[in-house]
Nanobody, 126 residues
Framework: QVQLAESGGGAVQAGGSLRLSCAAS????????MAWFRQIPGKAREWVAA????????TYADSVRGRFTVSQDSAKNTLLLQMGRLVPEDTAVYYC???????????????????WGQGTQVTVSS
């Protein structure tokens, strides 16, 4: 049974940083695509970043490129999201997602991912 558990969310002031973690069990980090999404209540889930954990190639939404970094810690079987220069618009519930694909994948699409975590709240105050 695959489980993804996010942690590291919290409240921070604008300009600050947070690091989110997504610990995987029953799933090997280092083979397939994984991603981070976020969602504001009442709005659709938004893709944030993705990484092909097989070759470490990552891609980002325009809104976070240059501020966020997605990475993996294979030894801990964990996906990471380092978030910097946070702004109030980054406030959302952040979700980790994992696929069973390592080749080409429409990484921005929720349907590309087979497993989801429960989410962790990030709140950025001005």
């Amino acid at each position: 049974q695959v489980q993804l558990a996010e942690s590291g969310g919290g409240a921070v002031q604008a300009g600050g940083s947070l690091r989110l973690s997504c610990a995987a069990s029953g799933y090997i980090v280092g083979r397939y695509y994984m991603a981070w999404f976020r969602q504001i209540p009442g709005k659709a889930r938004e893709w944030v970043a993705a990484i092909n954990t097989g070759n470490d190639v990552s891609t980002y939404a325009d809104s976070v490129r240059g501020r966020f970094t997605v990475s993996q810690d294979s030894a801990k079987n964990t996906l990471l999201l380092q978030m910097g220069r946070l702004v109030p618009e980054d406030t959302a519930v952040y979700y980790c997602a994992a696929s069973l694909m390592g080749g080409w994948l429409p990484v921005k699409s929720e349907s590309s991912y087979n497993y989801w975590g429960q989410g962790t709240q990030v709140t950025v105050s001005s």
